[in-house]
Nanobody, 122 residues
Framework: VQLQASGGGLVQTGDSLRLSCAAS????????MTWFRQVPGKEREFVAT???????YYVDSVKGRFTISRDNPKNMVFLQMNSLLPEDTAVYYC?????????????????WGQGTLVTVSS
């Protein structure tokens, strides 16, 4: 599946952004979809997953602030980010995988979007 992430930008602390990830292919609904983020010099970090069956998982630092969702008929996955903090600044990537067991590991995913930059100023 091919992925295209969008929606990043420059915002202030406390603002909101919604990231979108558009996927190609007819079997989007069978994929587990995950958002990761990365800052220069650091490893790619798990942010949130929505499984093919709808279950969601979040890294502790975004629980209560971020919401991941998917729209299968439109082949889209979203990350609603509220109450943004400077430490949320990163390039955000969407990733797709089938039957992912270790959803927090980047190595579990074969398909990646190109990344979208989120910058939160203090």
């Amino acid at each position: 599946v091919q992925l295209q992430a969008s929606g990043g930008g420059l915002v202030q602390t406390g603002d909101s952004l919604r990231l979108s990830c558009a996927a190609s292919g007819r079997t989007f609904g069978s994929y587990d979809m995950t958002w990761f983020r990365q800052v220069p010099g650091k490893e790619r970090e798990f942010v949130a997953t929505v499984k093919s069956g709808g279950a969601t998982y979040y890294v502790d630092s975004v629980k209560g602030r971020f919401t991941i969702s998917r729209d299968n008929p439109k082949n889209m996955v979203f990350l609603q980010m509220n109450s943004l903090l400077p430490e949320d600044t990163a390039v955000y990537y969407c990733a797709a995988g089938r039957g992912v067991s270790w959803h927090r590991l980047p190595s579990s995913y074969d398909d990646w979007g190109q990344g979208t930059l989120v910058t939160v100023s203090s």
